[in-house]
């Protein structure tokens, strides 16, 4: 059993997302959004001084001293600040069994030679563009 001096880090996690979530960020644009809002300096990551300033300003209800815990917990690359793939991540979490097999099915749709990469022509030879907007327009080409 943890006590408050020595809080579970995955009860700290929860609570993050969850006071975030709770703002209407859910979505990856929202947290796009909000990662924007809490980067201070417009640096396009996030520092532990601007990550402990978001957690006081939106009220996270996490204790200043176990910020620093969760920060780290989220700098998966370990370089002292968060980028937004690493926000995103941190705030949307694992994929469930089930969204993780759609996203390979669709994976799989695409990746034509089976190399395990998706290469523009991969993508090329089942998307078609010829009715997209600003191809209708004359914005951008098909290609």
């Not at 209407?24 to 990551?45: E, N, P, T, V």
């Not at 620093?68 to 694992?94: C, K, Q």
């Amino acid at each position: 059993m943890r006590s408050a001096m020595n809080p579970n880090p995955n009860d700290l996690i929860k609570l993050f997302r969850d006071k975030i979530k709770s703002r209407g960020a859910r979505g990856i644009i929202g947290l796009q959004k909000l990662f924007a809002i809490m980067d201070d300096d417009g640096s396009k990551s996030i520092s532990l001084y601007e990550f402990s300033k978001a957690c006081r300003d939106f009220k996270v209800g996490i204790n200043d001293e176990n910020v620093p815990l969760i920060f780290d917990l989220f700098d998966t690359n370990h370089d002292g600040t968060l980028n937004v793939d690493e926000f995103l991540m941190a705030i949307r979490g694992e994929m469930n069994d089930f969204r993780r097999a759609l996203v390979e099915k669709a994976f799989r749709s695409l990746d034509k030679d089976c190399n395990g990469y998706l290469e523009i022509d991969d993508i090329k030879e089942k998307y078609n563009v010829k009715r997209h907007p600003d191809v209708i327009q004359g914005k951008k080409s098909e290609d």
